[in-house]
């Protein structure tokens, strides 16, 4: 069985106490409930909104520095993930078109090495 990280993304401005009504959350209780009666979740979690975020910087002088906001500049930020435990690929895509379904977001999947 192979390991997958499936990632929700969300557009910058995206306010969950908006968007995110009941019907969603219950599509998404029922697909951690699917996948835990299937095995293949191992962990699940939401995140935080992006302004939580504090980035640790690394440079070539082996100089931290701490910042007050997100790593990566860009349009979306990782909203929330699933680890999943699969027997393949084409498994481990059909729970990412779940994810997507019941989020109702655009969701990247992407295998673990070993």
Known sequence: MAKF???VFRDIGFDANVVVDQAMM??????????IAS?????VGGLM???????????????????EES????SEFID????L???DLKSAQEWARKAAMACR??????PFYG
């Open 5 to 7: 990280l499936i990632t």
């Open 26 to 35: 219950k599509a998404i209780d029922a697909l951690n409930s699917e996948m």
């Open 39 to 43: 095995g293949v979740q191992i962990f």
């Open 49 to 67: 909104p992006i302004e939580y975020a504090k980035c640790f910087k690394y440079d070539s002088n082996n100089v931290i520095t701490e910042s």
């Open 71 to 74: 790593y990566i500049k860009a």
């Open 80 to 83: 929330g993930l699933w680890v």
């Open 85 to 87: 435990e699969c027997p």
């Open 105 to 110: 977001a655009s969701v990247e999947i992407r």
